[in-house]
């Protein structure tokens, strides 16, 4: 499904203390992966927890155009008849991911994979976002690209090959979607399919893999990286997944908590996942009162009740390499910074450039629109905090970013003046439920 509907501009204001408990949606990444290791393995797989977004529906659909039976079940709850590896169905339409970079990446993986033939689009945001970094190994595995818009971007007409090669491959970035696309791909292999990656990225879809029962192994590789090795054709047996709650939905309420004064929430049940926890390092660094309670385990991953107080918060230098742990948290994590006594110096954000939009020129400009001084230097944005404070009264552009919508809407909840996104359709692709979620805890959205 393409985003279509009309935009619609939402304005956010100054509320009282935020008080009370809030689970968040189902992880994104893991909702994602559940429909694709779901349609990769002969038989039933029971999701439940499904982040029920626009994005990760469109991966359901896709599915469905692959071969595969997909019914929803209860809330949050799916049922997938795979077709199993190998007996993927030639899509007869466009796979349309609308928003979605993951899914589509993801799925480019798959059909890479396969003796079939794709053609994968989505929305404008989508269509500028650079494929090449998934294509380049996939054609290396044997598949073929037919048809590319310029640069290597969708439309792209993909065609995959029945018996791709085993290979050995370093990603050029530190990115999961590279990672886990070439490990679907490789699924299909007669061998062993490896990847290298110099810094470690998010782990899903290997824990996955060997939760549906392919061997697969994960290995520290020099300081901060890893070593992934798969061994091609596995039988893969479903298995009932539970989807943990997403930590990148989750951060909109620890930040909004935070932010507004008198606040003292329960976020429950956030994935604690080390390769997705470096929000909350950076904000415990900077003076944050959480505290991390009820650990415990939910679909293979630790969980927690995180308890969130306003705070006072002190700019840090958050450092390159925790980028990849907190990769989708920069843009509130800038608008906390924004609060913050002294200066945030965010390091290595050049993956930012090429997410649902250019994040950090998007970043700088909303919140210099809100009278924060911000400036990207080279690759790094610097925020000058205003020590508990922010001017607020801005009208943010949120060129088809879900997260910029809900980053400068939790700025809005605590800044002097109101401020407005110019579209909050968006918001849907990710985190449905945000605005009942947020208003069950006090905040005020018109
Ligand atoms: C994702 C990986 C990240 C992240 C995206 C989800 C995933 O992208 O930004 O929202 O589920 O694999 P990269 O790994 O390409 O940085």
């Not at 659909?61 to 209860?74: F, I, M, S, T, Y």
């Not at 349309?96 to 003796?115: E, I, K, P, Y």
């Not at 929305?123 to 970094?133: C, E, G, I, V």
Request: negative net charge; charged residues 25%.
């Amino acid at each position: 499904m393409s985003h279509s509907a009309a935009a619609k501009p939402l304005t956010a204001r100054a509320c009282g203390p935020l008080r009370g408990r809030a689970r968040p949606p189902g992880d994104k990444s893991v909702s994602h992966r559940a429909f694709l290791l779901g349609l990769l393995s002969v038989g039933e797989t029971l999701v439940s927890g499904l982040l029920e977004g626009e994005d990760v529906l469109n991966t359901g659909r896709a599915c469905v155009q692959l071969g595969a039976k997909v019914e929803r079940v209860g809330e949050g709850r799916w049922r997938i008849h795979g077709m199993g590896l190998g007996s993927l169905l030639a899509p007869r339409e466009k796979l349309d991911f609308g928003n979605a970079g993951t899914g589509s990446r993801l799925m480019m993986g798959v059909v890479g994979g396969h003796g079939i033939t794709a053609r994968f689009d989505g929305d404008a945001s989508l269509r500028k976002r650079p494929m090449r970094r998934i294509l380049d190994p996939l054609v290396l595995m044997g598949a073929e690209v037919l048809e590319q818009a310029e640069g290597g971007r969708c439309p792209i007409l993909l065609k995959g090959t029945p018996e791709p090669a085993p290979i050995e491959y370093r990603t050029p970035v530190a990115s999961a979607q590279i990672k886990s696309a070439v490990l679907l791909a490789g699924l299909n292999a007669l061998g062993r399919t490896t990847i290298i990656e110099n810094e470690a990225s998010r782990d899903h879809t290997e824990k996955m893999l060997a939760f549906f029962g392919a061997s697969v192994t994960s290995e520290p590789f020099g300081e901060h990286g890893r070593k992934i090795a798969l061994e091609g054709r596995p039988e893969l047996a479903p298995r009932p997944i539970v989807v943990p709650v997403d930590p990148s939905s989750a951060a909109f309420l620890i930040a909004a908590a935070l932010l507004v004064k008198g606040s003292d929430i329960v976020v429950e049940g956030v994935m604690m996942n080390p390769l997705r926890s470096g929000f909350l390092a950076t904000l415990l660094e900077m003076g944050a009162r959480i505290d991390i309670t009820d650990r415990r385990e939910e679909g293979g991953e630790e969980v927690a009740d995180l308890r969130v107080r306003h705070s006072e918060l002190t700019g840090v230098d958050a450092p390159a390499a925790r980028a990849p742990a907190m990769i989708d948290e920069y843009l509130i994590l800038a608008v906390v910074a924004a609060f913050a006594k002294g200066v945030t110096r965010m390091n290595g954000l050049q993956e930012l450039r090429v997410k649902e939009s250019d994040r950090l020129a998007a970043a700088a400009a909303g919140l210099s629109a809100n009278g924060v001084k911000a400036t990207v230097e080279g690759d790094d944005l610097v925020v000058e905090g205003g020590a508990g404070a922010c001017p607020g009264g801005g009208l943010v552009e949120t060129h088809l970013d879900h997260r910029l919508a809900m980053s400068f809407l939790v700025m809005g909840l605590a800044s002097d003046r109101p401020v407005t996104v110019d579209d909050e359709t968006m918001i849907a692709t990710s985190f449905p439920t945000f605005r009942p979620l947020m208003a069950s805890l006090g905040a005020e959205f018109s």
